[in-house]
């Protein structure tokens, strides 16, 4: 069976309307000026709604997880592959409604189905900078 044929996140698709965000892949590390290593990120890539959708965590999985209930988490579903910092020093990061997540778990079905559900955090210091 073609993986068109198979792919969850599309059948999912056709019932729960999609949104759009940005996807954002870790690239490496380069050193500044000041000789501090920073992480450098692709272009960003909109993933559209045909092919993503952005949900918010349940209670449960904060619970389920242990995750600090003073956070801002999403679970972003796409069509690419995404990595979090489990295999590479950085995790992949998304902009979501003007706000930036960085990816906290992944479920990676990318090579089987053809997409990817990530649990991410929003980076508080980068709505600071934001709005500043």
Request: glycine residues 6%; negative net charge.
């Amino acid at each position: 069976m073609s993986l068109l044929r198979n792919n969850l996140l599309k059948k999912a698709l056709r019932l729960i309307p999609g949104e759009s965000y940005q996807y954002l892949k870790y690239i490496d590390e380069q050193v500044n000026d000041l000789g501090i290593a920073v992480a450098t990120y692709e272009e960003p890539i909109t993933i559209t709604p045909a092919n993503g959708i952005v949900q918010s965590a349940e209670n449960s999985l904060y619970q389920q997880l242990g995750l600090d209930l003073d956070r801002n988490y999403k679970i972003f579903y796409g069509a690419v592959s995404i990595k979090g910092n489990e295999a590479q020093e950085h995790p992949d990061k998304f902009i979501y409604k003007g706000l930036t997540y960085e990816t906290v778990k992944n479920t990676d079905w990318f090579n089987y189905d053809g997409w990817c559900g990530v649990l991410a955090v929003e980076i508080k210091k980068d709505r600071n900078n934001a709005t500043a």
